[in-house]
């Protein structure tokens, strides 16, 4: 089965520090992994998803992620923080069901940006 | 296009009551999900559609019901609400839920409905 892990639930970054998200799935098959945002009191928006192909996926609002196989990682990155990223972030797998596939989120990360 | 909506955004409900969210679409997505969110847990899936008239069970199911009489629309039942019930419910679809390569597989999610159960 798949599943995902996100380290840390919170992290605290300075603005124009680089911002670093932690997530690691498990999948017994090829994933496909994806990034959420989620702002204060909204739903969830897409930043970027792997599927095949290039393993440096980039994203909206300067983020970018590397899908490592060896490591089982998916870690969200942008070098310089703003203020307008503080959020939730939301790793995720596609799962494969009886009746069609679905994601699998991961707890999520709190992103605080410091002024 | 309004993308994803979900009504009501906010109710508070005693013990025992019922209540009917709606999630409705106009992407002409074939799959719709309902998610619940609670502090510390992510997103857990409830109930899915994979074309009107068909449901299947999530993670979480129990307490819940779901119906799909319309493509865009999806319905979430509570029949007899329970404190454990409270939570932030998420509607999404996606146009494409099969196992091909290249696939969309994008969720849309709605801005969801925050219900409180006394």
């Known amino acids: 089965a798949q599943s995902v892990t996100q380290l840390g639930s919170h992290v605290s970054v300075s603005e124009g520090a680089l911002v670093l998200l932690r997530c690691n799935y498990s999948?017994?098959?090829?994933?496909?992994l994806f990034w959420y945002v989620q702002y204060p009191n909204q739903g969830l928006q897409l930043l970027l998803k792997?599927?095949?192909?290039?393993?440096l996926v980039k994203g909206i609002n300067g983020f970018e992620a590397e899908f490592k196989k060896s490591e089982t990682s998916f870690h969200l990155t942008k070098p310089s923080a703003h203020m307008s990223d503080a959020a939730e972030y939301f790793c995720?797998?596609?799962?494969?069901?009886?009746?069609?596939?679905?994601?699998?989120f991961g707890a999520g990360t709190i992103l605080r940006v410091k002024s | 296009n309004a993308g994803v909506t979900q009504t009501p955004k906010f109710r508070v409900l005693k013990t025992g009551q019922s209540m009917t969210l709606l999630c409705a679409q106009d992407?002409?997505?074939?799959?719709m999900y309902w998610y619940r969110q609670d502090p510390g847990m992510g997103l857990r899936l409830i109930h899915y559609s994979v074309g009107e008239g068909t449901t299947a069970k999530g993670e979480v199911p129990d307490g819940y019901n779901v119906s799909r009489l319309k493509k865009q629309n999806f319905l979430l039942g509570l029949e007899s609400a329970a404190p454990s019930q409270t939570s932030v419910y998420f509607c999404?679809?996606?146009?494409?839920?099969?196992?091909?390569?290249?696939?969309?597989?994008?969720?849309?999610f709605g801005p969801g409905t925050r219900l409180t159960v006394l």
């Open positions: 999404a679809s996606s146009y494409s839920n099969l196992k091909q390569i290249g696939d969309n597989n994008e969720q849309f």
């Open positions: 995720a797998v596609r799962t494969y069901g009886k009746y069609g596939n679905k994601l699998v």
């Open positions: 992407m002409n997505h074939e799959y």
């Open positions: 999948s017994s098959v090829p994933p496909y």
């Open positions: 792997y599927t095949t192909g290039a393993t």
